[in-house]
């Protein structure tokens, strides 16, 4: 059983960090079951509570960077506040649409279309999608960073502390 809950906990993390890149997979959130399985699934093995508040500021922070990100680059770049959105929806759509560039190629088409509405200036349109893509990868590899902090925390935390 010991085994199978292992393979379980890691296999959560594999998901969260296919979630970097099929972004309708909750990342954050997927880490959390590996944490969880581990703390019910196994006998006088719990992570500490610095463990636990750690890992939920960790999780606010991924969350409100996420959309921080975007919002400042598509605005950095000279977007509108309707083409954060459209860059929003773009990266939900493009999980299903040639994943996983996609992810890329419809929020920076979203956002293009968006801005020439808006204001017929294809330069301005094209630095605009631009920057929604730079949000995209900025916020990936932040994502990233601290997912890999968070899984090497639990490993500590879970094979050495306890």
Excluded: H, R
């Amino acid at each position: 059983m010991t085994f199978i809950l292992w393979l379980f906990i890691i296999a959560s993390f594999v998901l969260a960090f296919i979630g970097l890149i099929k972004p309708i997979i909750p990342s954050v959130l997927i880490l959390w079951i590996g944490f969880l399985i581990y703390q019910f699934g196994f006998d006088n093995q719990n992570l500490s509570w610095v463990f636990y508040v750690s890992m939920i500021l960790f999780t606010v922070f991924i969350i409100i960077a996420d959309f921080v990100m975007n919002k400042y680059f598509v605005n950095k770049f000279g977007g509108s506040k309707l083409s954060e959105y459209a860059a929003l929806i773009g990266v939900v759509i493009g999980c299903f649409v040639f994943p996983p560039f996609g992810i890329i190629i419809i929020p920076f088409v979203a956002v293009l279309a968006v801005e020439l509405i808006q204001e017929p200036n294809l330069s301005k349109a094209l630095k605009a999608s631009f920057g929604s893509v730079i949000a995209f990868l900025a916020s990936s590899i932040a994502q990233a960073i601290i997912m890999v902090i968070m899984v090497i925390w639990f490993f500590i935390d879970a094979l050495l502390i306890n």
